[in-house]
């Protein structure tokens, strides 16, 4: 077999295991319900409902994740404190906040890892973070959005992508819209590529990162 001593080259796809959740919000629109206590801790069913979302973390082998906090960042340091089952913790308090970009560039000085998912304290949208990931890495996409199918698209607004998948438009709420993918809210972030952008100190990561650089950067959208 003239082939038998020929090389077999696998190319490996890195998976993520690291994740930013952002959890500072003072929730004002909940205060009746959450009173005093960050909107990622409203109880559901007896547990705060960031016991449901770090636990969907753990079903999609995220091991370590780094919490963005600010109001009453104490609630939440002292139920998780630095493990919660097979996930270690860590936390980077806002002083004064600093938006949802803000939030995670300030977060990402304690990524060790290439990329990152990106997630809200406050939402959880159940999609398979492994898929999400390979599909992340065969792109070499400086972000990748998951995309959920929706049926009213002028209540959410929605992101238009090609046949490749890349993000081509933002549009806004449309009272006529129809079917639409919209921001599902979970993301992957190549680290450096955003820490080496000049953004800054304070900046909201949706109006001022990804309706402003999706011409210019490979962002991708994954309808999920």
């Known amino acids: 077999n003239p082939g038998r001593h020929s090389p077999v080259i696998i190319k490996q796809i890195v998976m993520i295991y690291e994740a930013v959740i952002l959890a500072g919000g003072m929730g004002t629109r909940l205060k009746d319900i959450v009173p005093d206590k960050p909107k990622p801790m409203a109880d559901i069913n007896g547990r705060p409902f960031l016991e449901y979302l770090l636990s969907y973390l753990a079903g999609n082998s995220v091991s370590r994740i780094i919490f963005s906090v600010g109001f009453r960042a104490d609630i939440i340091i002292s139920h998780f404190k630095n493990r919660y089952k097979n996930i270690d913790i860590e936390y980077v308090i806002e002083e004064t906040p600093l938006g949802t970009g803000g939030g995670i560039a300030n977060a990402l000085g304690k990524v060790t890892g290439s990329d990152v998912f990106i997630l809200n304290g406050d939402t959880l949208f159940n999609v398979d973070l492994k898929k999400m990931a390979r599909f992340h890495k065969s792109k070499e996409a400086f972000l990748t959005m998951a995309l959920k199918k ?47 952008e000049n953004l800054p100190e304070k900046f909201s990561f949706e109006k001022d990162f990804l309706e402003k650089y999706f011409l210019k950067k490979r962002f991708y959208g994954l309808p999920l």
């Open 150 to 196: 929706n049926e009213n698209g002028s209540r959410y607004g929605s992101v238009i992508i090609d046949e490749t998948f890349q993000i081509k438009a933002f549009r806004e709420k449309e009272p006529d819209a129809g079917n639409a993918l919209i921001n599902g809210g979970i993301y992957i972030l190549a680290k450096e590529k955003f820490l080496q």
